[in-house]
């Protein structure tokens, strides 16, 4: 291969750059702005899936049984409970309308967790690490069964 054969570069010199004449051209401009659009929009309907998975029946269900086990492993520290049976958890949205209802949940706050177990009910404050109140649940059909017939 001789000397005449041999391609030869030639490094930039400084006054030139890979992007002068690109952006000179309307198109290349164009092109330009598209693909970074392209970009743009795909980032945010990607950021709108996550968001709308989420917030999706799943989601939401995923969210409450992580929530739930937070709570219940957090009052299992303080309180000995049934392990065998497994309880539903709920939080408290609205104490003035509840205490209205039943004195039970006259020291209840915005917040707070009902704990249900098949044999008490807790009143929890998570923020606090404290139990607000606990009850025993009273199956009324049972106690009026027994009044009717005692004999049973």
């Given at each position: 291969?001789?000397?005449s054969?041999?391609?030869?570069?030639s490094?930039l010199s400084?006054?030139?750059?890979?992007?002068?004449?690109?952006?000179k051209?309307?198109?290349n401009i164009?092109?330009?702005?598209?693909?970074?659009?392209a970009?743009?929009?795909?980032?945010?309907?990607?950021?709108?899936?996550?968001?709308?998975?989420e917030n999706s029946?799943?989601g939401?269900q995923k969210?409450?049984?992580?929530?739930s086990?937070?709570?219940?492993a957090s009052l299992?520290k303080?309180?000995?409970t049934?392990s065998?049976?497994?309880?539903?958890?709920?939080q408290v949205?609205d104490p003035e309308t509840?205490?209205?209802?039943?004195?039970?949940?006259a020291l209840?706050?915005q917040?707070d967790?009902?704990?249900?177990?098949?044999?008490?009910?807790?009143?929890?404050?998570l923020?606090e690490?404290r139990i607000?109140n606990?009850?025993?649940?009273?199956?009324?059909s049972a106690?009026?069964?027994?009044?009717?017939?005692?004999?049973?």
């Open positions: 291969m001789s000397d054969d041999k391609v030869k570069f490094p400084k006054n030139h750059s890979l992007t002068d004449g690109f952006l051209k309307p198109s164009f092109m330009s702005f598209v693909v970074l659009a970009i743009g929009a795909a980032g945010f309907f990607w950021q709108e899936s996550q968001t709308a998975k029946v799943l939401i969210r409450n049984e992580e929530t086990s937070k709570v219940i299992d303080i309180l000995l049934s065998e049976a497994e309880p539903t958890v709920a949205e509840l205490a209205a209802a039943d004195d039970f949940y209840s706050q917040g967790y009902l704990i249900l177990y098949p044999q008490r009910a807790i009143i929890y404050r923020e690490n607000i606990v009850a025993p649940i009273v199956d009324a106690i009026k069964s027994n009044v009717e017939d005692p004999e049973q």
